[in-house]
């Protein structure tokens, strides 16, 4: 068990240029979050899947963000036309989606700044 | 909608003293989990404890407990005997209807030597 990870760590971007942030969940969960932390604030839902399936879509995941989890292994969270309110911590987190103590684990983030 | 509160964005206590952060919740669910996790500096959140709201007993691990007032919907983290590696942000969280959770804004936690 290697836990969560993320990458990149951090990405700087110009404004109107796509970025691409990848998860890799801890080996045979089965759900996988995506999470958005800007200064000061907690962490916020984006999306979750179960598997591949995405189950659940935030308000906050405007047309410009795209998730996908397409072997209900690592996930992809895309942000296109970037913009300088997108600058924030994008966290993923995993759970095994059993039992009652279903506790979700959470990587280090990757960290975007839009200039 | 749930909503947590944290109404302490800072907290600062002496080293091997007690210390309490608040957190008080709304939701209409009638089953639910509160968490505490904590974010050290550059670090990544890990979950400190967690409460089922069915139980009425409060949880415990090992330092940390927790104040769980179903009625009053508050969710309080006390941490005994605090050591310089607890400095952190630490943020309250629910879950219930869905599973994402719910984070509040988050106490930061300075212990001093």
């Known amino acids: 068990d290697t836990g969560v990870s993320q990458n990149p760590r951090h990405k700087i971007t110009k404004r109107g240029q796509n970025v691409t942030f990848r998860c890799d969940p801890i080996?045979?969960?089965?759900?996988l979050y995506w999470y958005r932390q800007t200064l000061g604030q907690g962490p916020e839902f984006l999306t979750y899947?179960?598997?591949?399936?995405?189950?659940?879509k935030s308000r906050l995941l405007s047309d410009r963000f795209s998730a996908e989890r397409p072997k209900g292994s690592f996930s992809t969270l895309e942000i296109q036309r970037t913009e300088q309110g997108d600058s924030a911590m994008y966290l993923c987190?995993?759970?095994?989606?059993?039992?009652?103590?279903?506790?979700?684990?959470f990587g280090p983030g990757t960290r975007l700044t839009v200039l | 909608a749930q909503t947590v509160t944290q109404s302490q964005p800072e907290m600062s206590v002496q080293e091997a003293e007690t210390v309490t952060l608040s957190c008080t919740y709304d939701?209409?669910?009638?089953?639910?989990?509160l968490f505490w996790y904590k974010q050290p500096p550059s670090r990544q959140m890990i979950l400190v404890i967690r409460?089922?709201?069915?139980?009425?007993q409060n949880a415990t691990e090992n330092r940390f407990s927790v104040n769980f007032q179903k009625a009053a919907k508050s969710f309080s983290l006390k941490i005994s005997d605090s050591q310089l590696g607890d400095a952190a942000m630490y943020f309250c969280?629910?879950?219930?209807?869905?599973?994402?959770?719910?984070f509040g804004k988050g106490t930061k936690l300075t212990v001093n030597p």
């Open positions: 987190a995993s759970s095994s989606g059993q039992g009652s103590t279903d506790t979700q684990y």
């Open positions: 939701t209409s669910e009638s089953d639910y989990y």
């Open positions: 899947f179960q598997n591949e399936a995405q189950l659940e």
């Open positions: 409460q089922e709201a069915y139980k009425q």
């Open positions: 080996s045979e969960h089965n759900r």
């Open positions: 969280a629910s879950q219930g209807g869905s599973e994402k959770l719910v």
